[in-house]
C-alpha cells in the first residue's frame, strides 16, 4: 500500500451529483405529461423526480445540524 500513489483529480472542480443525467428532454416530456394528467406527486418516478425544484421552506431550514429563522424582522439597533 505504500507503493500506491494517490491519484490527483483532472478536473479543478468537483464532479456534478449524479442525478443531473436525468435532466433530458425526454424525461422533462415524461414529467409535464404526468402533470398534465393530475398524477400525484408520490407517484412521479424517482428519476423524474429530481426534475422538481425542492419546496421553499416557509419558516425554518436546516444547516450543518442547526436550525435557522427565515425571519423577515431587522434585528434592532442599540442606538
Not at 16 to 36: D, G, I, Q, V
Request: hydrophobic letters at 25%.
Amino acid at each position: 500500500m505504500a507503493n500506491q500513489q494517490q491519484q490527483i483529480p483532472n478536473a479543478p472542480f468537483p464532479a456534478p451529483p449524479p442525478f443531473w443525467k436525468h435532466f433530458t428532454t425526454e424525461n422533462l416530456s415524461r414529467l409535464k405529461a404526468l402533470k398534465e394528467s393530475n398524477t400525484q406527486p408520490e407517484d412521479i418516478p424517482l428519476e423524474l423526480s429530481y426534475l422538481e425544484p425542492p419546496t421553499p421552506p416557509s419558516e425554518n431550514y436546516t444547516i450543518f445540524g442547526e436550525e435557522q429563522s427565515l425571519s423577515t424582522s431587522l434585528p434592532h439597533s442599540h442606538s
